[in-house]
């Protein structure tokens, strides 16, 4: 079955700095990779996906990059905010035959310090 | 639209006992999807509900847990004993289409088991 490796675990940065997650993925068939982001005591939200067909996608100080070839994908913020401060997952999603599933990685706890 | 509802948010429950957590998917979502995550790892699949079947339940640990969805509506998730190994964050999430697609989670509920 599809893994997902998720670095670094934690991360911490000061305000306006960038920041930078990354998520290797095993199965060559995954097609769709999904950001959540999970503030405390809340729901993980979906912030940002891109699928297999683009190299890169972007939404304001949000960017997600991926490579088919090495098989890993990653999360780019630009002009950290505090509010930004979260964990933050990234997932691939993988079929055995007709049964779609998302795996997850680990999850980022990422401070951003005013 | 009301989002995905879970309950309760908390529970402690002692070895041994018996604990029901409970899914309202979004109105309308066939698919309906039970997660956990332990402290400090992945968000680990559990399983797949496509209306009242069980599409994949690959996931599920073990035979003390056991999931229903009556009707196609709501979900249960129980556990019966529970185990000191069972305690962390019971996700749901639902989707409208099921190929893994615009998943919207549940604030999910806390097991700890002591």
């Known amino acids: 079955g599809e893994n997902v490796e998720q670095h670094p675990s934690t991360l911490s940065v000061q305000e306006g700095d960038s920041a930078v997650i990354k998520c290797t993925y095993s199965?060559?068939?995954?097609?769709?990779f999904p950001w959540y982001k999970q503030e405390l005591g809340k729901r993980p939200q979906l912030i940002i996906d891109?699928?297999?067909?683009?190299g890169e996608k972007k939404d304001q100080r949000i960017a997600v990059t991926l490579n088919k070839t090495a098989k890993h994908f990653s999360l780019h913020i630009t002009e950290t905010q505090p509010e930004d401060s979260a964990v933050y997952f990234c997932?691939?999603?993988?079929?055995?035959?007709?049964?779609?599933?998302?795996?997850f990685g680990k999850g980022t706890l990422l401070t951003v310090n005013p | 639209e009301a989002g995905v509802t879970q309950f309760p948010s908390h529970s402690v429950i002692e070895k041994g006992q018996t604990v029901t957590l409970r899914c309202d998917p979004i109105?309308?979502?066939?698919?309906l999807y039970w997660y956990r995550r332990v402290m400090g790892k992945e968000i680990k699949f559990l399983l797949h509900?496509?209306?009242?079947?069980?599409?994949?339940e690959s996931g599920m640990p073990n035979n003390r847990f056991l999931a229903e969805r009556t009707g196609g509506t709501y979900s249960t998730l129980k556990v019966q004993p529970a185990e000191l190994e069972d305690s962390g964050v019971y996700f749901c999430?639902?989707?409208?289409?099921?190929?893994?697609?615009?998943?919207?989670f549940g604030s999910g509920t806390r097991l700890t088991v002591v």
């Open positions: 999430a639902s989707s409208l289409g099921t190929g893994g697609y615009g998943y919207t």
């Open positions: 199965d060559s068939a995954s097609n769709y």
């Open positions: 891109i699928r297999s067909n683009v």
């Open positions: 997932a691939a999603l993988s079929s055995g035959g007709s049964n779609y599933k998302l795996t």
């Open positions: 109105s309308g979502h066939d698919n």
């Open positions: 509900f496509v209306k009242e079947s069980k599409q994949d």
